[in-house]
């Protein structure tokens, strides 16, 4: 399927801090790369939800959002995503309408069983029921935001008694609705169940797990189908890490310490995961670009990406940058950049008219300098014609 005529482009902030460094600050820059991405015209921002691990700093995406907001004027802001299981539907449905009505409607709800155990586990959830309750949950939201008539429910872990939303959404019918979807396909399940968006982390082009990709897409459809939902390709975003500059060995030398700890420190160390790479850390950035899993290098790097991405998948409709910090601060800066300035252009029919004026006027240059050169020899007859 071809890609959308204007994809859309943003970030995926989970986010990512180092230990060690102030966690004030860290926020803070959390909110500079979104007003910077504001700037640069990025579509949208998917903010994260975590308590626990030490890395991923936010707890709250409504209030991130809300300050963000105020400091952007328009890019979109999305939950990336509320963990379902650890909320009252009524209260998630709300605040997402207060942010709805206050950013006149440049949020956006993405939604999640919860990543980390250890947030559950904090929590008294068993991990086994998260799935079952984020469904359950969703399924109430949806009726909170579409339904006019007081609703009662009655589960394990929450009651509803005549309950409805307080306010109506400011986007009608409501605001987009997209869910995660990761290794299992119990995401895509819900999205299909929902007719929902899909923000799928965790894509690796060029490995095994990418011709995972497509057939993904069709658990959504055959759900879809069976719950007479539909699915569009063009609400499906992609999550890949990503670290540009002009050159590859430059953008890899750039990120090889950072991105060894991301990877090392946190998703193994301390997350548990299995090792992706059973060699010196600091080879470990060479072993995932060579796999496809992230893209480090130029512009033309990424816009080949994408094209692998698009081929293995089917066709989708946004890439989004898990944000990370391999680089400095101004490193990881220019790198939003170089993006926003060679990659963006090229899937959102930006350079289409402008490359067709070029070639055209290129062509007819020697036809149009005659003319010019018509035009002033006229001119100065006729001065030097013009009666002293």
Known sequence: MPLPPRMKFGIFLAPFHWLGE??????????????????????????????????????????????????????????????????????????????????????????????????????????????????????????????????????????????????????????????????????????????????????RPGSAETVKLDSFWQIALDVAKEHGKTMNRHDWRLVMPVHLAESRTEAIEQARLGAARFQRDYFEDTMGFEKTFDGPPEQLIDHMVDSGAWCVGTPDDLIAAIHRLDESSGGFGGLLVMATEWGTREQVRHSYELIARYVMPQFQNSLTNLTASQEWAARERHNLMALRTKSLDKATKDYQQKPS
């Open 22 to 203: 102030n966690p004030t600050l860290g926020l803070e820059r959390d909110l500079e790369t979104v007003q910077w991405l504001d700037h640069l015209g990025y579509d949208e921002a998917w903010i994260g939800e975590h308590h626990s691990a030490g890395w991923e700093t936010i707890s709250s995406p409504e209030l991130f959002i809300a300050t963000a907001a105020e400091r952007t004027r328009h890019i979109k802001l999305g939950t990336g995503v509320i963990s379902l299981p650890y909320h009252h539907p009524l209260m998630v449905a709300n605040r997402m309408i207060q942010l709805d009505h206050i950013t006149r409607g440049r949020v956006m709800l993405g939604v999640g069983p919860g990543a980390l155990v250890s947030d559950a586990y904090m929590l008294g959830i068993e991990p086994l029921t998260q799935r079952p309750r984020m469904d359950e949950a969703l399924g109430v939201i949806m009726r909170l935001l579409t339904e006019t008539e007081p609703i009662t429910h009655h589960a394990e872990w929450f009651t509803l008694q005549r309950a409805m939303t307080h306010l109506r959404p400011y986007t009608q019918p409501h605001f987009p609705i997209a869910v995660a979807a990761a290794q299992s396909p119990s995401g895509m399940q819900l999205a299909g169940k929902h007719g929902a968006a899909v923000l799928s982390l965790g894509i």
